[in-house]
């Protein structure tokens, strides 16, 4: 799913990865200063399997709230927004760092939290090797 929002148009992007439901909002006001700041795009992806432990009605009523909170946020900051939701399973992992490998990402925002799921602790537990890797900044976000 994608909504965008806004007419600054950027070559750049902010990706922000939402894994935990506890610390979304948390990161999405992050996430919405750090693209603001650097007139770039927001790329918010909200990973379904890692937020496993409610429902699917649960992670529905979720994404309406932070879809409706991410465009407004947005709206106002002047911030053109895309929004994913990935749930590819085991290869969720994969997904998220073939995105962070991208060319334009200038900055990835990250959870510090452990999620309660296995999938979940995979990518904060690797938050240190990918900042390592990656050719762009990593911010966590407790």
């Known amino acids: ?5 806004s007419t600054v148009v950027s070559e750049h992007q902010v990706l922000a990865c939402i894994t935990e ?12 200063e750090q693209a ?15 937020i496993k432990d409610h429902t699917k009605d649960d ?8 879809r409706h909170a ?9 911030v053109r927004l895309i929004i994913e939701i ?3 399973g085991m290869r969720e992992q994969v997904e998220v760092e073939k995105l962070i490998s991208e060319k334009t990402t200038d900055l990835v925002i990250l959870s510090d939290l452990t999620p309660n799921s296995f999938i979940g602790r995979l990518l904060p537990r690797r938050s240190a090797q990918l900042a390592r890797s990656c ?7 407790r």
């Open 86 to 88: 990935l749930d590819c």
């Open 59 to 66: 992670f529905a009523h979720f994404f309406r709230k932070l």
């Open 135 to 141: 050719k762009c900044s990593v911010l966590l976000v």
């Open 1 to 5: 799913m994608f909504c965008k929002q």
């Open 70 to 78: 991410a465009t407004q946020s947005c709206k106002d900051s002047d």
């Open 21 to 32: 439901v506890d610390n979304a909002w948390r990161l999405l006001a992050e996430a919405v």
């Open 36 to 50: 603001s700041s650097r007139k770039a795009s927001l790329r918010l992806v909200v990973c379904q399997t890692f």
